[in-house]
């Protein structure tokens, strides 16, 4: 009955798992000790980002990044990528005496030209608006993002996420001209989105 039983658990060991399962004994990923390990640069445009750890008070040890990019102890990305390529490096974040590794990775893509799809939308006072600012060209599959430069210059109810959405609800007419930065992989630009708002 023993010898059984041990060739019971021996065949089950040896069962595949079904796809997505896991095993009780696979290691949890790793934590993760900043906001955003990634980053899209162009080769040859000033990188200006930074690292943030999740914890205050973190000490960043400076690390060469890419060719062409260092990491400074304030967490600012600075300098020129030289290459393209994927580059993954671990930086060393400190908190007291405890210490971490976490890997970033910096994705370095030659220069391609882009521009913005649309930057007109009509509106009606108390309906909610739904437009997207978009890109068209620049590197396959990396996502631009819009930062609104000047706030005040946006019709009240309205807002342009950092994903270049238009939305909110309008309740005032008018013509506003709002400013906002284009990136894509640190090439930047900037462009004016026009609202009418009858």
């Not at 019971?8 to 040896?14: F, G, H, K, P, S």
């Not at 019709?155 to 894509?184: A, E, Y």
Request: aromatic content about 6%.
């Amino acid at each position: 009955m023993r010898t059984l039983l041990i060739a019971a658990l021996a065949v089950c060991a040896l069962l595949p798992r079904e796809p997505g399962e896991a095993a009780a004994d696979d290691p949890e990923p790793p934590p993760a000790y900043v906001v955003v390990d990634t980053f899209y640069v162009t080769v040859g445009i000033e990188v200006k980002d930074r690292l943030l750890p999740y914890e205050d008070d973190v000490a960043i040890r400076p690390t060469r990044l890419a060719p062409g990019v260092d990491l400074d102890a304030q967490g600012n990305l600075r300098g020129r990528p030289r290459a393209a390529g994927s580059f993954t490096e671990p930086v060393r974040l400190c908190d007291g005496a405890k210490c971490v590794e976490q890997p970033v990775t910096l994705l370095v893509y030659d220069y391609v030209s882009w521009r913005p799809r649309q930057l007109t939308f009509p509106g009606r006072v108390g309906v909610p608006l739904d437009g997207h600012i978009g890109v068209e060209g620049g590197p396959a599959g990396v996502p631009p993002t819009f930062t609104v430069t000047s706030a005040r210059t946006l019709p009240r109810g309205v807002s342009i996420g950092p994903d270049g959405q238009v939305g909110g609800t309008p309740t005032t007419t008018g013509v506003s001209r709002v400013p906002v930065r284009i990136c894509v992989a640190g090439n930047c630009s900037g462009v004016v989105v026009t609202l009418f708002i009858a």
